[in-house]
């Protein structure tokens, strides 16, 4: 499985982006799919978090109110929009996949074997 994320830049801060990671190589469908972020000097923490259904998510709460994740099986694609952003959003974002049988949507980056390569969100203020 490989996972291709994209959408990162510069936005000011009350500013939005839209994240996609695009998926080949498998079935998509099977995959738990998840947004993690990792700033300078600090841990790989969870964003956000969906189903291979796409009927349950999970967020952290530090964006729950401002970030929704989505996901296309048709288009193989999973996205993360973040709407008012703000300076401490400032990270890079690395997508990830989870063989799944279940309607989880895991929260530990150890439940996910694939990762894509991330992409840099730096937010002004």
């Known amino acids: 499985v490989q996972l291709q994320a994209s959408g990162g830049g510069l936005v000011q801060a009350g500013g939005s982006l839209r994240l996609s990671c695009a998926v080949s190589?498998?079935?998509?469908?099977?995959?738990?799919m998840a947004w993690f972020r990792q700033a300078p000097g600090r841990e790989r923490e969870f964003v956000a978090a969906?189903?291979?259904?796409?009927?349950?998510?999970n967020y952290a709460d530090s964006v729950k109110d401002r970030i929704t994740i989505s996901r296309d099986s048709a288009k193989d694609t999973v996205w993360l929009q973040m709407h008012s952003l703000i300076p401490e959003d400032t990270a890079f974002y690395y997508c990830?996949?989870?063989?799944?049988?279940?309607?989880?949507?895991?929260?530990?980056?150890?439940?996910?074997?694939?990762w894509g390569q991330g992409t840099q969100v730096t937010v002004s203020s």
């Open positions: 990830a996949a989870a063989m799944s049988t279940s309607s989880a949507a895991p929260l530990e980056p150890e439940k996910y074997a694939y």
């Open positions: 190589g498998r079935s998509f469908s099977r995959y738990a």
């Open positions: 969906i189903s291979w259904s796409g009927t349950n998510t």
